[in-house]
Every structure is written in C-alpha cells, then in structure tokens.
C-alpha cells in the first residue's frame, strides 16, 4: 500500500485548510484510516481517525471541534478538514492505514504511512 498525502501549506491563524490522502497498490476499505502529525524537536502525535465505514471517528484533544476527518472509499481517499488553524498546529501531517477496522489512537496499531505534507500556520 503506498499512501500519497498532500494539501499541505501556509496559511494564517483562522484559517482552513483540507488534506488528502490517496491510496494505491493493495489497498483494503476494510481498514481504519488516521492522521498524525509532528512538529519540529516533537513527538508524532495522533490527530484523528476514521474507520473502515466512515461512520465512527475519534480526535486528539488540541484538534477536537477544529478537525474533521472523512473517507471516500469509492476513490480510496482520506481527507482531513481543519478550520480555525493556529500556529501550534504547524507539523508536518502523516496519513497512515491502521491494522484493525475500527478507530484506534495508538500509533502501533499503523502499518501503512505517508511521506507527509507540511502545514505552517503563521501568527
């Protein structure tokens, strides 16, 4: 499975941006789907995730109410819809694919991981 994400850039405190993360080569609908992120000098921290149905998702606490997340899985895409950005969101943001087909925050449970796209909001 190789996983592209993108959607990535500047933007100002307030503003929005949405991510996407397409999926190629073995890809699976039977999978959850997350959002990570990680900023300079920082630990890779959850964001968000989906499950294999889209119907159920769990947020990390510094994104809950900002950040939404959503699959198509007819286009094996995920998004990350993020409003309200502010500068502590800046990191570079991972989309992964989960080994269990329902949400998870725990790193361990990822198999499948992005290159990244960077995010920089400015003050």
């Known amino acids: 499975v190789q996983l592209q994400a993108s959607g990535g850039g500047l933007v100002q405190a307030g503003g929005s941006l949405r991510l996407s993360c397409t999926a190629s080569?073995?890809?699976?609908?039977?999978?959850?789907m997350g959002w990570f992120r990680q900023a300079p000098g920082k630990e890779r921290e959850f964001v968000a995730t989906?499950?294999?149905?889209?119907?159920?998702?769990l947020y990390g606490g510094s994104v809950r109410g900002r950040f939404a997340i959503s699959r198509d899985n007819a286009k094996n895409i995920l998004y990350l819809q993020m409003n309200s950005l502010k500068p502590e969101d800046t990191a570079v943001y991972f989309c992964?694919?989960?080994?269990?087909?329902?949400?998870?925050?725990?790193?361990?449970?990822?198999?499948?991981w992005g290159q990244g796209t960077l995010v920089t909001v400015s003050s």
């Open positions: 992964a694919v989960s080994l269990r087909s329902t949400v998870t925050s725990d790193r361990s449970q990822y198999r499948y």
């Open positions: 080569g073995r890809t699976s609908s039977n999978n959850g």
């Open positions: 989906v499950d294999w149905r889209g119907s159920s998702t």
